[in-house]
């Protein structure tokens, strides 16, 4: 069956900038994207049986994601996705000084991050893109940045492509954080999903959340999931990471890729009841894989459900938290002239 792609207003913003859904669709599957934070709204996919799910936590309307300024739901976060420590970096020899919106840390792109910004957006086949001009100095962060990014459907796949360039050396990092419950959103917790994942090694925490600069290895600890793992089976275990996280909020360093594409696997989730399956492959170095932690319940969901702890779970494939502080990671520099480009595929399926 092919595609389809369709635009519709989900709403409109205070000083009346009309919000765009963009709904791509193949077969059962369906994605619902809109261009405020370029967020992925929706996305209904099929059980064994057939039945279709929006396996996606968020709002119904546009109002809540705009007040919302704690979960992310869906969206494309940066210009740093995940933490910067103490709100600082270096680069060129110069110091910048960034929002602190985390403590004491910049957290996803400061207090106005991408995900809080109208995106121009426009249909191409089988899908969406978006883009948005960052001027330089915002969130205190160089260079005027020109970021583009493509949702397409294709068959069973969801495919996230970026693109980025600047006119000044700055440092980048982006991701999606959408939240996902194969069992479908507000159907309880994720804790008995299944996870599995190529990480020999992930990147420890301090008590602000940030990496302390090492790799350890998952072997021996409750962040072993080489092996296909239930969720809920190690996260209340006397782990101080865990702790301090209140749950799985840790950066996993996946293998390099033997790809032509440069494409690897990141991550399998699979949901027991459902038979639902998804496969996460990346360009990126790493993925963070967060377990909800900080979900309260205190915002009403799609439908009006109650969005407690473990709700959903994110698998944000990026560059590693506060790389531009630690040498020895991979670097986030983007310099002029460069452009930056990677991709995440969402690949679903259904076990027997």
């Not at 791509?24 to 994605?31: C, E, I, R, S, V």
């Not at 996606?56 to 995940?82: C, E, I, M, Q």
Request: glycine share 10%.
């Amino acid at each position: 069956m092919p595609g389809e792609e369709k635009k519709s207003v989900f709403g409109r913003m205070f000083d009346g900038t009309e919000i765009y859904i963009f709904t791509l669709q193949q077969g059962d599957m369906k994605a619902r994207i809109m261009n405020y934070g370029a967020r992925l709204v929706s996305l209904d996919v099929p059980d064994r049986s057939g039945n279709i799910a929006d396996v996606v936590l968020g709002y119904d309307s546009l109002t809540p994601y705009t007040t919302d300024s704690k979960t992310y739901f869906g969206a494309v976060v940066g210009r740093y996705a995940n933490r910067i420590a103490n709100g600082a970096f270096a680069l060129n020899g110069k110091r910048y000084l960034l929002p602190r919106n985390d403590d004491s840390n910049s957290l996803h792109g400061g207090t106005q991050g991408f995900d809080k910004r109208v995106w121009a957006a426009h249909a191409i086949e089988h899908g969406v893109e978006l883009k948005l001009v960052s001027e330089n100095g915002d969130q205190g962060y160089p260079g005027t940045l020109t970021t583009r990014v493509r949702y397409t459907l294709n068959q069973s796949t969801l495919r996230i492509e970026y693109f980025a360039s600047t006119d000044e050396d700055t440092v980048l990092n982006l991701t999606n954080h959408t939240y996902f419950n194969l069992a479908g959103e507000g159907h309880g917790t994720v804790l008995e999903h299944f996870l599995r994942m190529p990480a020999e090694y992930y990147t420890p925490i301090n008590a602000h959340l940030i990496p302390t600069g090492q790799l350890a290895s998952v072997i021996g600890t409750p962040f072993n999931f080489l092996k296909s793992t239930a969720i809920g089976d190690h996260i209340s275990e006397d782990n101080e990471q865990l702790h301090m996280a209140k749950g799985y909020d840790e950066n996993f360093v996946l293998p390099e890729s033997n790809d032509k594409d440069g494409l690897h696997e990141a991550a399998c989730i699979s949901e027991p009841k459902s038979g639902r399956v998804l496969v996460v492959r990346t360009t990126q170095p790493g993925v963070q894989f967060y377990s909800g932690n900080f979900l309260d319940g205190t915002s009403l969901g799609k439908q009006g459900h109650v969005y407690g702890k473990h709700s959903g779970l994110c698998l944000e494939t990026q560059h590693f938290p506060d790389s531009p502080n630690h040498s020895g990671f991979p670097t986030t520099e983007l310099k002029s002239g460069q452009i930056f480009h990677s991709v995440t595929e969402y690949i679903f399926s259904k076990s027997n």
